[in-house]
């Protein structure tokens, strides 16, 4: 027996050393790859030497004596932090992730090169005006320099990822970074679903005023009535199923609802307590680790900038320089139309045109697959754009047999200008000068909101499509690709960008709130996403005569929701207060406690509260109720609560009261029968989840902010390490937005949030702030990948100044980049 225990003893021990070995081993390997950011580096490709000052929260400060230099040194640090990040971004743009990942990417490598989004941006590098190809050039040369230095000194190939996916490094190119830029406007575009959740919606509820309900106009103007789908395509069924998703990987498409918003607003010097012009950005994006915003601080001629810069990109996206300050918001253009395209019937290569029958352009191309076979993809193209299959998108419920499915979209062109526009744009010393040089911009559309030291802006940038008045579903529907009247007819002038130049009221903003009312076909869109938050914002803006950096802040950090406040009179109008006193632990004295809570709570979705969790439970089990029997399986399409479709509901508006009956049932149902039903329902799923103490429930143990690694956070054991999880307040219809999943069995994550926060003063610049969701490192191992994500989560920034002894003071590190 002794000795039987002792060789056990043995075993253990040799068992426990190897697994020490191994993690050592594992953590040299991946600590070789955190950069040095205190040394000395001699370089090929400058043509002085440049200072790369990092502050205590690993901002590059990065002074050099000309702006290719300053450039290089972006391309420098951006592969010091991000290297793992821009080859995800580029290979993602190029279609070439399977020879990575193998056919887990296989699909989202086919929808790329169909889009053809890398060969447009190689051929964009020569629309770019002198200044941005020596900026290209000079990025490039600084982001090689990099990859040398690893190669030469056995970096640890970069960074942790590539040990565990071969991906050979090659040198980075111009056409890398404007890949980049359009790899983004294709996650910000939304409207390509859009229509087609409206053609199946309008498939099954041939009423149109029962479409209108669920997928409602935002208020204002009425919008001229369109066709029933089922008329502009007589052979399609009423409803066809959806394809099962499949487990696309990296796939670049935000699911509906997730593709882009944001919180941008400005006051004059009229409506700021210093006399200074006020401006407060933030940008909402899908939550990642590690965040796509990169804080950097560039020192141009033109002087300095500093703001949020995309790893892959040489240029500060967001932020101020010394006489301008400008924030993004997404403008919700309606750039994409879908066009279903007729094959004829004796020759499928031949598509209809308005002058008859057009072979497609066709292209092979060859996909190369790890641990598997390649395969080749025939890239087929329309004049109205690529050809998309029925398997994306769903198409397949909207094409009616012997037609395919096209996509006209304005990234989809070969002189896209918007690196030069956004080169400019922090050069440009005024908020004129700004709207001058923003006229470049091609995709993705955006609201640019400006200030300079005197004057306010809101300026809508990007490529407008010029329809046809005549147009069969005004943009709103795939319609019929061979009619004249569908197609575009080119782009619309800059000037009807739809602008707003130091409005009377001394205050400009959005929250992706619907900014312009113009008829078709100067419309700009009909699907805005958002018509709540902007109620909020109007009533804090208009609460003080003056604003203060502080009040911007107040209001960016905001968690009050007015749609709790104006839904839940509405749909607990006839069962507050109602009833006998129920005993302790039956459902019904949990409900009424549930309903004395909500009650008494002002609509704050605070994390630490009761309250939210109970409100967004009983709404969204409120709308499945209401629209699981009129739209069956396609009610999964409609995974978030919208706010107007049950506004419109319980105040019966063109008679949206029917929603409320149940189908299937005898019984003539009301809406309150509804209500109480779907609380029961949400106190079912909470007890089962949460417990049933509805006192003791906290919104932030279901409202937690997922800042998950996009290749490793699935990954058993480093998942732990990789990704980063906090309770957070806000909701979806909050200035703190906190976008919710809408997916079991965790449907109130936080998936899509402010990635970036700035708040910018002139009248003391040095004053602004900023802050980002993660941190500036992408190395898990780093003490600087969630650093900034702590403060985050808190609401809490850092200093934005371009005073370098300031950044000097207290710097984490200082490069200098020796000219060989």
């Avoid at 040990?163 to 575009?189: H, N, T």
């Avoid at 103007?221 to 696309?248: H, K, S, V």
Wanted: glycine share 8%; with cysteine; hydrophobic share 40%.
């Amino acid at each position: 027996m002794g000795f039987l225990f002792r060789w056990l003893l043995r075993l253990v021990s040799v068992a426990i050393t190897l697994t020490v070995l191994g993690v050592l081993v594992v953590y040299y390997l991946g600590s070789r790859s955190l950069p040095d950011y205190d040394k000395t580096l001699t370089v090929a490709g400058l043509s002085a030497d440049v200072e790369i000052v990092r502050d205590n929260s690993d901002v590059p400060h990065i002074m050099a004596k000309t702006d290719p230099d300053a450039y290089f040194g972006l391309g420098y640090v951006h592969a010091q932090d991000r290297l793992w990040q821009m080859t995800l971004l580029r290979r993602t743009a190029q279609g070439r992730l399977s020879e990575m990942f193998g056919t887990r990417t296989v699909e989202t490598d086919k929808l790329l090169r169909r889009l053809d989004l890398y060969p447009l941006a190689v051929q964009s590098v020569a629309a770019q005006d002198e200044q941005t190809r020596a900026a290209l050039e000079a990025y490039s040369a600084g982001v090689n320099a990099r990859i040398a230095e690893i190669n030469r000194d056995s970096l640890g190939r970069g960074a942790p990822e590539f040990f565990l996916f071969e991906a050979p490094l090659s040198p980075w190119q111009p056409a890398d970074s404007i890949a980049i830029v359009k790899l983004m406007a294709l996650q910000l575009s939304g409207q390509l679903r859009d229509e087609v959740l409206r053609a199946r919606t309008s498939l099954l509820l041939p009423d149109a005023n029962r479409v209108a309900d669920i997928l409602p106009d935002m208020p204002g103007q009425g919008i001229a009535a369109l066709p029933d789908y089922a008329a502009l395509f007589p052979a399609l069924p009423r409803y066809a199923a959806a394809q099962t998703p499949g487990n696309d990987m990296l796939m670049p498409v935000a699911p509906r609802g997730l593709a882009g918003a944001s919180n941008a607003w400005a006051a004059a010097p009229s409506r700021s307590a210093s006399g200074g012009t006020l401006l407060a950005n933030d940008p909402h994006l899908n939550f990642t680790a590690p965040s796509i915003w990169y804080l950097a601080r560039l020192q141009l001629g033109t002087g300095g900038v500093i703001g949020g810069t995309i790893p892959g990109v040489p240029a500060i996206m967001l932020g101020r320089s010394e006489k301008l300050g400008w924030g993004i918001t997404s403008s919700y253009l309606d750039d994409q139309d879908l066009y279903i395209e007729e094959l004829n019937p004796d020759d499928p290569e031949l598509y209809r045109t308005p002058d008859g029958w057009k072979p497609f352009r066709t292209r092979k191309s060859i996909i190369a697959i790890k641990d598997a076979a390649p395969i080749t993809v025939t890239l087929r193209w329309t004049d109205n754009g690529p050809v998309l299959p029925g398997s994306d998108f769903d198409l397949n419920t909207v094409t009616p047999p012997g037609h395919v499915a096209s996509l006209a979209w304005t990234a989809l062109s070969s002189q896209d200008t918007s690196m030069s526009a956004a080169i400019g744009l922090m050069q440009a010393p005024s908020v004129q000068d700004a709207i001058t040089v923003s006229e470049g911009f091609v995709a993705p559309s955006q609201n640019l909101t400006l200030i300079d030291k005197k004057t306010i802006a809101m300026q809508l940038v990007g490529a407008m499509p010029r329809r046809d008045a005549r147009h069969q579903s005004l943009g709103r529907l795939p319609s019929p690709g061979w009619r004249a009247e569908n197609r575009w007819q080119g782009m619309l002038p800059f000037s009807e960008n739809p602008q707003f130049i130091a409005p009377e009221g001394g205050i400009v903003g959005n929250t992706n709130n619907k900014i312009i009312d113009r008829p078709f076909p100067l419309h700009v869109s009909f699907d805005w996403g958002d018509s709540q938050r902007i109620m909020r914002w109007q009533g804090l803006m208009q609460g003080r005569q003056v604003h203060t950096r502080d009040s911007f802040i107040e209001a960016q950090l905001d968690t009050v929701s007015i749609t709790a406040r104006t839904l839940l009179p509405l749909i607990g109008a006839d069962l507050w207060f109602t009833g006998e006193a129920a005993p302790e632990g039956t459902p019904e004295r949990q409900r009424q406690r549930a309903l004395e809570l909500l009650a008494d709570w002002n609509g704050e979705m605070n994390e630490h509260m009761p309250e939210p969790l109970i409100y967004a439970a009983w709404v969204r089990a409120l709308q499945e109720r209401l629209i699981r029997d009129e739209l069956g399986p396609l009610a999964e399409e409609f995974d978030h609560v919208e706010p107007l479709f049950i506004e419109r509901v319980f105040r019966n508006v063109d008679g949206a009261a029917v929603w409320c009956d149940i189908l299937r049932s005898a019984p003539v149902e009301t809406c309150t029968q509804i209500a109480q039903m779907a609380l029961d329902d949400a106190l079912v799923w909470i007890s089962e989840n949460y417990g049933s103490n509805l006192d003791s429930l906290r919104w932030g143990e279901a409202h937690q902010a997922t800042h998950d690694h996009t290749v490793l956070g699935d990954m058993p054991l480093l998942r732990y390490f990789v990704n980063i999880r906090q309770s957070t307040s806000g909701g979806d219809n909050t200035l703190q937005r906190g976008m919710t999943s809408g997916q079991d069995p965790a449907p109130f994550q936080n998936v899509h949030g402010a990635t970036y926060r700035g708040v910018y003063d002139f009248a003391d610049p040095d004053s602004s702030v900023f802050v980002t969701s993660t941190g500036q490192s992408g190395h898990f191992l780093s003490r600087h990948y969630d650093d900034l994500g702590q403060l985050w989560r808190r609401g809490e920034y850092i200093p934005m100044s371009l005073d370098i002894d300031l950044a000097r003071a207290a710097a984490v590190g200082v490069t200098h980049l020796v000219h060989e």
